[in-house]
């Protein structure tokens, strides 16, 4: 089992910034990719980063692309989000997640453990 616990939301004009932390407890060893989900009012949730737990992979959404960086800390067992240039179409819950094998990195569907999530809300 992996626990995941996010912090870091909160309430920013449009062009601000926020960081997202994500600390993770248990079995982390068996993790494969970490991953940032986000999700709005009745859309459903959609990808937003992930990294390789091993070695720093990044990958990202188009939308966040060159905005939102996304990083971990071997240390601290913790992966972090930063967002630079936020709009308000990016306001959302957002989820860490974890996935324990390889393969895709972008379906909610396939990452085995989720944190309960942090609001971010950008107003213009």
């Known amino acids: 089992q992996v626990q995941l616990v996010e912090s870091g939301g909160g309430l920013v004009q449009a062009g601000g910034s926020l960081r997202l932390s994500c600390g993770a407890s248990g079995r982390t060893f068996s993790t494969y990719y970490m991953g940032w989900f986000r999700q709005a009012p009745g859309k459903e949730r959609e990808f937003v980063a992930a990294i390789t737990w091993s070695g720093p992979i990044t990958y990202y959404a188009d939308s966040v692309k060159g905005r939102f960086t996304i990083s971990r800390d071997f240390a601290k067992n913790t992966v972090y989000l930063q967002m630079n240039s936020l709009k308000p179409e990016d306001t959302a819950v957002y989820y860490c997640?974890?996935?324990?094998?390889?393969?895709?990195?972008?379906?909610?569907?396939?990452?085995?453990?989720w944190g309960q999530g942090t609001q971010v809300t950008v107003s213009s």
């Open positions: 997640a974890a996935k324990r094998r390889p393969g895709s990195y972008d379906y909610p569907g396939d990452y085995d453990y």
